[in-house]
């Protein structure tokens, strides 16, 4: 196995989450978070690749033949549905946080106040 796929799921990662701490607008802090969760997906490609492998229909595969994990391909799609979603969900939150405070700059919010009942 090479370390080459880890390697750059690690700088992923890393890059996104330079933009994450260094960004000073909420949408491109959901966009750093975004890029920042791709990393999980070459991470776990990488960890259930097999040299050589094929797609796991046993039927036409002779027993000894090395076959690629179905597990971890599930694990990437449910990994990329949740993370649309969460950044569906973020967005929405943004938007209503600029309709209500006219900003999407976590420094220029200050303190957000429940509303009195």
Partial sequence: MTVLPFLAA?????????????????????GCLSVA???TYVLLLAI???RHG??????????HR????PVVQALVLTDIVVGATVTALLLALVIQLRKRHGTVDPD??????????
Avoid at 108 to 117: F, H, K, R, T, Y
């Fill in 66 to 69: 090395p076959v690629v994990d």
């Fill in 10 to 30: 690690g700088w992923i990662f890393l890059v996104g989450l330079y933009g994450m701490i260094t960004s000073r607008n909420l949408i491109r802090t959901i």
């Fill in 54 to 63: 094929t797609a796991p229909v046993f039927s036409d595969v002779t027993p």
């Fill in 48 to 50: 259930g690749y097999r």
């Fill in 37 to 39: 969760q791709s990393s």
């Fill in 108 to 117: 220029d919010l200050g303190e957000i106040q429940g509303e009195e009942s």
